[in-house]
């Protein structure tokens, strides 16, 4: 199965960007890679994904290396809110046999 | 997205007993799952809860101790059995949805004295 490894911990400057590292050097071809985040123990929010493309949406950007064994999560403008742990996963199996592995996260601060 | 519902949000159990936790979707939905968090840590996935048949459990988690029923698309239960203080984490249960996305719902907080 792929595994995730991240940093433990990182800070970042309130509006600068946050850029989160992920290694998951033992991913199969057709395996997704999906980011999610956790604040307070809320159930965690998804952020984004993508298979070999860069992603972008209304919160994030996801850069996939060209051999697709590692990511970077980027939140362009850092906010206090965005204070939170983010989770790298990749996403196992195939339609309907779904499952999504957890790692053990980044504990992002945002500072003032 | 899906709209994910849990019941309840937070018990404190004694020891030896037991607690459902239920899962309410509002959309029918394929593929729902459980994970266990424990303090201080990551997401554990315990099972994918099958709808009309067994639920499939992770290594190191038995039916015994976590059953589970799927009686329909949008409903799920997690019974924690026999509880112990070690059993002291926050469950929480998850969709799919049609575009492939996992959405988790707010979570249950169990404590066991």
């Known amino acids: 199965d792929a595994k995730t490894t991240q940093p433990p911990s990182m800070d970042c400057a309130e509006g600068r960007a946050a850029n989160l590292p992920c290694n998951h050097s033992t991913i199969s071809g057709n395996e997704y890679v999906y980011w999610y985040r956790q604040i307070h123990s809320q159930g965690p929010q998804y952020i984004i994904h993508?298979?070999?493309n860069n992603e972008t949406n209304e919160m994030a950007s996801l850069i996939i290396t060209e051999d697709r064994k590692s990511s970077t999560l980027i939140l362009p403008h850092a906010t206090l809110r965005d204070t939170a742990v983010y989770y790298c996963i990749v996403r196992l199996g195939a339609s309907g046999t779904y499952k999504y592995i957890f790692g053990t996260g980044t504990r992002l601060k945002v500072l003032a | 997205s899906a709209v994910i519902s849990q019941k309840p949000s937070r018990d404190i159990c004694q020891r030896g007993t037991s607690l459902t936790i239920q899962c309410q979707v509002d959309s029918q939905v394929t593929m729902m799952f459980w994970y266990r968090q424990q303090p201080g840590q990551s997401l554990t996935l315990i099972a994918t809860?099958?709808?009309?048949?067994?639920?499939?459990?992770e290594s190191g988690f038995v039916i015994d101790k976590f059953p589970i029923s799927r009686p329909n698309l949008t409903f799920s239960t997690l019974t924690v059995s026999n509880l112990s203080p070690e059993d002291s984490s926050i469950y929480l249960c998850?969709?799919?949805?049609?575009?492939?996305?996992?959405?988790f719902g707010p979570g249950t907080r169990l404590t066991v004295l």
């Open positions: 998850s969709v799919v949805s049609v575009l492939d996305t996992q959405y």
């Open positions: 993508g298979l070999k």
């Open positions: 809860a099958n709808q009309g048949s067994e639920a499939t459990y």
